[in-house]
């Protein structure tokens, strides 16, 4: 008796979760139908793709004659972390930024609107490289750039 009695019970709680499955799947279809859509870190391709983005972004910083001198003294592993969790946070991804804001990192560097266009040159090639769709890139560089005023000093 007491074992059918908990078959019952283990029944109804498979009963229970297929439906509760079946409710989320249905939720989530109805969203995407209002056009819900993913974070721009979930399109991106999450924390691996980011990485993967910013490690050749800053590689390309390296080689661009333009600019690698300004980073000869920079820990590149710090500056690595801290550039993705700075994506992945401001594309809406689970990560917290440690690093310091712009304006207090940029600070006295006497950075140019050549220079900054350099940098942004440079993730472009990255973005490219792993074939971010122009809308991703888009919505990516419209979050980077209003850091501008933070970071340019001599326009
Ligand atoms: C949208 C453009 C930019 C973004 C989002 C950005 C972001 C960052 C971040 C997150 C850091 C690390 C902060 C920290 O260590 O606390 C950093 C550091 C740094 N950035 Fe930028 N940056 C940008 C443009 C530039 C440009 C144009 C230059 C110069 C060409 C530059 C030069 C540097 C240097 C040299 C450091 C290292 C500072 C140090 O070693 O203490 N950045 N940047």
Excluded: W
Excluded at 94 to 111: L, V
């Amino acid at each position: 008796m007491k074992d059918v009695r908990s078959g019952t019970r283990i029944a109804s709680v498979t009963v229970l979760s297929v439906t509760a499955i079946a409710i989320g799947c249905l939720t989530m279809d109805a969203l995407a139908g209002q056009g819900a859509k993913q974070s721009l870190y979930d399109r991106l391709g999450r924390k691996p793709a980011i990485t993967a983005v910013i490690d050749q972004f800053v590689a390309n910083v390296a080689n661009d004659k333009r600019i690698s001198e300004r980073f000869a003294t920079t820990d590149i592993p710090r500056l690595k972390k801290n550039l993705i969790d700075q994506v992945c946070i401001a594309s809406g991804g689970p990560c917290a930024y440690t690093g310091r804001d712009m304006k207090t990192t940029h600070a006295g560097m006497n950075i140019t609107t050549a220079d900054f266009n350099a940098l942004v040159e440079d993730l472009v090639a990255s973005l490219a490289k792993f074939k971010v769709p122009e809308a991703e890139k888009k919505e990516l560089l419209g979050i980077l750039g209003p850091m501008k005023k933070d970071i340019v000093e001599i326009p």
